[in-house]
């Protein structure tokens, strides 16, 4: 175990941080809105004007500090940093089995917020209508870098440093010899990381993305639906990865501009709440404002974007966090959703996952599972790990 302890940690805003955010949003200047359709050249100037105002005069701050303070969270120093995450144990049947641990990690423009709706019915099944058997001990962590783990100054984090980190918090700290894990967007990365690098701690592995490599040699030999996901690549890349290439190069000229301006900062989130939902053109519809401006305003409250960044940088100048060898042999479910950034076939991911017990695809969702359909995403978790918890 390790020396250091977890210490108990209440989020509080100063009222003159949230003085301060209402007073930039009132000075806000807005660019004129390009020719076309809406989203067409990128965040539309009228849906941004119509959540600013909100956010300035409507959203309620305290009522989302308030939603995470309802669960037990912690911060403690490890790997030189003051790392936060939730701990929210389970309840199951008082004559069952132990809730099994279970790891969540998000990813970008994620944060904790998103792991709101499903905390109850994944620790607590009986009080949602489940079986108690099905119960896990939820740990959420803040990324590093991200939201409540990140201080100024901080060493930054890729993807494998992420995942020494959360498996040293899992084993070291909290004593799970083994647990479940559980992630999209990084988190995916993160969790598949961990199902390679540590199989013997891993009782399975689920994801809501499918972290693929995107260079493929053998591309004579591959399926009508292979290539038809590598058509789906090629577009993604030539028309999606703009944020990509600034955040993975120029992270920090890019952090001014949207650390100062809750109007930069809240385009650049919005964006991707419209692009990767099952929104019909409308992020409103897939996602409520109090949602979306919860996970914005704590980038903007500690100043994080500039770190949360860092990912995307270690990404284009490292190893690919995944080695093709030898392949992920634990247990792996996955849930796609149709609004997902990427949809690989099967085929393709059995190539690195070759213990796929679990494979489901939905009609409704995006990218941001947990928020999207938090019920889906939670009778998946208990479908795929109930046959692995004895």
Known sequence: MSAARPRPFTLHVDEAEITDLRERLARTRLPDQT????????????????????????YDWRASEARLNAWPQYKMQLAGIDLHF??????????????????????????????????????????????????????????????????????????????????????????????????????????????????????????????????????????????????????????ETGYQWIQGTRPQTLAFGLTDSPAGLAAWLLEKFQRWTDCDGNPENALSRDEMLADISLYWFTGCIGASFWPYYDRMHSAWPIPSEPPITVPTGYCQFPFEILRPPRSMAERVYTNIQRWSEFDKGGHFAAMEQPKTLVDEIRTFFRPLRA
């Open 35 to 58: 020719p076309g359709e809406p989203w067409a050249y990128g965040t539309d100037v009228g849906a941004l004007s119509g959540l600013l105002e909100y956010w300035r005069q409507g």
């Open 86 to 239: 939730l701990h929210v144990p389970g309840r199951g049947a008082p004559e069952g089995p132990e809730p099994l641990p279970l790891l969540l990690s998000h990813g970008w423009p994620g944060s904790v917020f998103e792991f709101m709706s499903v905390l109850g019915p994944l620790t607590d099944p009986a009080a949602h209508g489940g079986d108690p058997a099905d119960a896990f001990t939820v740990v959420a962590p803040s990324l590093p870098g991200y939201g409540l783990s990140f201080t100024p100054g901080q060493k930054r984090f890729g993807c494998v440093e992420i995942a020494d980190c959360f498996v040293e918090l899992m084993t070291d700290v909290l004593g799970y010899e083994r647990f479940g894990a559980q992630g999209g967007d990084w988190g995916s990365f993160i969790t598949s990381r961990l199902g390679w690098a540590y199989p013997e701690r891993l009782t399975g592995i689920h994801l809501n993305m499918m972290p693929l490599r995107r260079d493929f040699r053998d591309k004579d030999a591959l399926s009508a639906e292979e290539k038809r996901y590598l058509e789906e690549l090629a577009l993604f890349l030539k028309e």
